[in-house]
């Protein structure tokens, strides 16, 4: 056991921090598994998203989720379900608007002091 104060303290936030990242892979370990089991749409996307989260937390390196969700992908096509749109391709084009040109305020020339010299 630490003696030191800050040390002791690291043991409760790594404590917890361990308990949190344990209940992200256990959610996450249960999807994929769903997913095995029965190939559908909503099986999929609470796959994808719990892979997601995972890379959000930490838990998960973002290219070992991206390899992950390509064979999911790729097992939803040859299961026949159609694979959940990501949130980049769900959300709608994005369309440039002209914005309003506002006038320019014409600035007035500062006043110049005279000073008197003696």
């Given at each position: 056991m630490p003696i030191i104060k800050s040390a002791k303290k690291r043991v409760r936030v790594a404590t917890?921090?361990?308990?949190?990242?344990?209940?992200?892979?256990?959610v996450l370990r249960g999807a994929l598994k769903l997913f095995t089991r029965k190939s559908t749409t909503t099986a999929h996307s609470s796959a994808q998203s719990a892979i997601d989260t995972a890379v959000k937390k930490g838990v998960m390196h973002k290219n070992k989720a991206a390899r992950l969700k390509k064979q999911l992908a790729t097992q939803a096509k040859a299961a026949?379900?159609?694979?959940?749109?990501?949130?980049?391709?769900?959300?709608?084009?994005?369309?440039?608007?002209?914005?309003?040109?506002?006038?320019?305020?014409?600035?007035?020339?500062?006043?110049?002091?005279?000073?008197?010299?003696?």
């Open positions: 917890k921090a361990a308990a949190r990242n344990s209940k992200t892979k256990r026949g379900a159609k694979p959940a749109a990501t949130k980049k391709a769900a959300a709608k084009p994005v369309t440039k608007k002209a914005a309003p040109k506002r006038a320019a305020a014409p600035k007035k020339a500062a006043a110049k002091k005279t000073t008197k010299k003696k």
